[in-house]
């Protein structure tokens, strides 16, 4: 099977997103198509899927124009989608999500349950997705539940399937159990076509690479022809710097204190097992390990968004242990929250609203009961300029944006005013590279300007280029402190699998 778009042209109001885009994808082969947040990518493959139509332009499945008026009709002309945001019913079981609306009917149209799970438990080996059909959704982690829409997919007789920035909510571990299947969904014949912005997975997995600047497609890569640096500055349009710059750190005293933290579940679970670090002014400590193993609960303890067990947080010597989330910002500490959608923004609010979020009830902002919308429509427009918020106006709804822009939104917001402590954490999931390279710059700027930074982040290569310390979490514990300079990925790689525990001196 061949599938083409010739001439894809997509407008919204102020946007171009895609601009005389041609794009050729075959079965037996995978396509990687790279870009920057905001490029077209999602857009174009959204058209190709029936979910969006084009303005201009055609999709030809083996020389056949098509016209795709919903994606039942994509999905009829075998193609597939995997979304980057689940479509998942959490209450049903593997198989009632796979068959939804294609169930197998017997008798006056009674669904064939046993015969449901026997296609779903038969494909499922197949592909080698190891899923247990009878498995609840809400029960299950998500480099399985993306698994369930990989199967989804492939029960309705899916030729090429689309994969949306597939890995960008997956743990190392997950990653190259995703890079597992698609290799044998190749292998049995199927058309991969890859979104992503991670320039590494690109050339590790695909085929042929197709890179969008801008909406427009502005070139084609063989990976084993291109390395990473070239294909970055093909994506972005400049050289782009792949090494985080920075100076020696010449940490001060000890800025936020963190001190025999303990943290359990409402079902009593210990999530935090009594820890105990330092952040010092002007030094930027970040936390390694895989996802799960109390990142997530130690930020919101300290952000105030839960409260521990026992144990103190101080900033400065002063105690906000059991701080709200507004006691924590007007302690002039900056959050930047892993889930940019859920907590980071209001997606119905205006990208100029979203700037203010955190500061709308004080000065410049407020006074009294009066919000003062010029000064934060001012402010708004020199932070979209400043930080490169690319945004048709300050008055487009944030939920519009694509998710590296969110993202600049958030950090924007977060670090452009005075600041003691900043805890950002994924700080630049779903991001690409050159929002990656701004936003660490961003970072490495607030330590140079002697605040203290802890980085959270999943992705080993992030928390080794920022950090001057590696504090290592396994299991709500910290199992290692270590100074960047003194170590490695192997070393820390050890730690964050548990395999290795540093002993006290």
Same mark, same amino acid.
């Given at each position: 099977?061949?599938?083409?778009?010739?001439?894809?042209?997509?407008?919204?109001?102020?946007?171009?997103?895609?601009?005389?885009?041609?794009?050729?994808?075959?079965? =037996?082969?995978?396509?990687?198509? &790279?870009?920057?947040?905001?490029?077209?990518?999602?857009?174009?493959?959204?058209?190709?899927?029936?979910?969006?139509?084009?303005?201009?332009?055609?999709?030809?499945?083996?020389?056949?124009?098509? %016209?795709?008026?919903?994606?039942?009709?994509?999905?009829?002309?075998? #193609?597939?989608?995997?979304?980057?945001?689940?479509?998942?019913?959490?209450?049903?079981? &593997?198989?009632?999500?796979?068959?939804?609306?294609?169930?197998?009917?017997?008798?006056?149209?009674?669904?064939?349950? @046993?015969?449901?799970?026997?296609?779903?438990?038969?494909?499922?080996?197949?592909?080698?997705?190891?899923?247990?059909?009878?498995?609840?959704?809400?029960?299950?982690?998500?480099?399985?539940?993306?698994?369930?829409?990989?199967?989804?997919?492939?029960?309705?007789?899916?030729?090429?399937?689309?994969?949306?920035?597939?890995?960008?909510?997956?743990?190392?571990?997950?990653?190259?159990?995703?890079?597992? #299947?698609?290799?044998?969904?190749?292998?049995? =014949?199927?058309?991969?076509?890859?979104?992503?912005?991670?320039?590494?997975?690109?050339?590790?997995?695909? @085929?042929?690479?197709?890179?969008? +600047?801008?909406?427009?497609?502005?070139?084609?890569?063989?990976?084993?022809?291109?390395?990473?640096?070239?294909?970055?500055?093909?994506?972005?349009?400049?050289?782009?710097?792949?090494?985080?710059?920075?100076?020696?750190?010449?940490?001060?005293?000890?800025?936020?204190?963190?001190?025999?933290?303990?943290? &359990?579940?409402?079902?009593?679970?210990?999530?935090?097992?009594?820890?105990?670090?330092?952040?010092?002014?002007?030094?930027?400590?970040?936390?390694?390990?895989?996802?799960?193993?109390?990142?997530?609960?130690?930020?919101?303890?300290?952000?105030?968004? +839960?409260?521990?067990?026992?144990? %103190?947080? %101080?900033?400065? =010597?002063?105690?906000?242990?059991?701080?709200?989330?507004?006691?924590?910002?007007?302690? +002039?500490?900056?959050?930047?929250?892993?889930?940019?959608?859920?907590?980071?923004?209001?997606?119905?609010?205006?990208?100029?609203?979203?700037?203010?979020? %955190?500061?709308?009830?004080?000065?410049?902002?407020?006074?009294?009961?009066?919000?003062?919308?010029?000064?934060?429509?001012?402010?708004?427009?020199?932070?979209?300029?400043?930080?490169?918020?690319?945004?048709?106006?300050?008055?487009?709804?944030?939920?519009?944006?694509?998710?590296?822009?969110?993202?600049?939104?958030?950090?924007?917001?977060?670090?452009?005013?005075?600041?003691?402590?900043?805890?950002?954490?994924?700080?630049?999931?779903?991001?690409?590279?050159?929002?990656?390279?701004?936003?660490?710059?961003?970072?490495?700027?607030?330590?140079?300007?002697?605040?203290?930074?802890?980085?959270?982040?999943?992705?080993?290569?992030? &928390?080794?280029?920022?950090? @001057?310390?590696?504090?290592?979490?396994?299991?709500?514990?910290?199992?290692?402190?270590? +100074?960047?300079?003194?170590?490695?990925?192997?070393?820390?790689?050890?730690?964050?699998?548990?395999?290795?525990?540093?002993?006290?001196?």
């Amino acid at each position: 099977m061949e599938l083409e778009l010739r001439g894809i042209t997509k407008r919204f109001p102020g946007v171009v997103a895609n601009d005389d885009v041609n794009l050729t994808v075959r079965t =037996g082969e995978v396509l990687a198509l &790279v870009g920057e947040n905001g490029a077209g990518k999602s857009t174009l493959m959204n058209i190709m899927y029936g979910l969006y139509h084009a303005d201009e332009g055609e999709i030809v499945v083996d020389g056949t124009p098509q %016209t795709f008026a919903s994606p039942g009709d994509a999905i009829a002309a075998g #193609i597939g989608m995997v979304h980057q945001h689940f479509m998942l019913v959490p209450v049903f079981t &593997v198989a009632e999500n796979v068959v939804l609306g294609v169930e197998p009917t017997g008798f006056l149209g009674r669904i064939e349950r @046993d015969e449901a799970h026997r296609q779903v438990a038969e494909i499922s080996a197949q592909y080698g997705l190891d899923l247990d059909p009878e498995a609840l959704v809400e029960t299950l982690p998500v480099g399985i539940q993306q698994r369930i829409e990989i199967l989804k997919v492939l029960f309705r007789n899916a030729e090429i399937v689309v994969f949306d920035e597939p890995t960008a909510v997956l743990t190392p571990q997950e990653i190259e159990e995703f890079f597992n #299947i698609v290799d044998a969904l190749k292998a049995a =014949g199927k058309g991969i076509v890859f979104i992503t912005h991670k320039l590494k997975e690109a050339l590790r997995i695909a @085929d042929r690479i197709s890179v969008l +600047r801008r909406g427009k497609t502005v070139g084609s890569a063989d990976p084993k022809e291109i390395n990473e640096v070239q294909l970055a500055e093909m994506m972005v349009g400049r050289p782009v710097q792949l090494v985080v710059e920075k100076e020696h750190a010449e940490p001060g005293p000890a800025t936020l204190s963190v001190d025999d933290l303990h943290v &359990v579940t409402p079902e009593g679970r210990s999530v935090l097992d009594h820890i105990s670090f330092d952040v010092r002014a002007g030094e930027i400590v970040g936390v390694a390990g895989v996802q799960g193993n109390g990142q997530t609960e130690l930020v919101e303890a300290l952000t105030g968004l +839960r409260d521990p067990v026992s144990g %103190t947080v %101080t900033i400065d =010597g002063s105690d906000i242990t059991t701080a709200t989330p507004r006691e924590v910002h007007d302690a +002039r500490i900056a959050h930047i929250p892993e889930d940019r959608q859920r907590s980071g923004l209001v997606g119905a609010f205006s990208v100029a609203e979203n700037m203010v979020l %955190t500061s709308y009830a004080s000065e410049p902002f407020s006074s009294g009961f009066l919000m003062n919308w010029s000064k934060a429509r001012e402010v708004a427009a020199e932070l979209v300029e400043q930080y490169d918020v690319r945004t048709p106006s300050i008055d487009t709804p944030a939920s519009n944006l694509s998710g590296g822009n969110q993202q600049k939104v958030i950090v924007a917001r977060e670090l452009s005013r005075e600041l003691r402590a900043v805890i950002a954490s994924q700080p630049t999931r779903g991001v690409d590279v050159g929002s990656i390279e701004y936003i660490h710059a961003q970072i490495v700027k607030a330590r140079d300007e002697g605040v203290a930074v802890l980085v959270v982040s999943t992705e080993l290569d992030e &928390v080794m280029a920022l950090a @001057d310390r590696v504090v290592v979490m396994y299991r709500g514990r910290i199992v290692a402190n270590l +100074r960047r300079d003194e170590t490695d990925h192997s070393e820390v790689g050890l730690f964050m699998a548990g395999a290795k525990e540093q002993q006290p001196a």
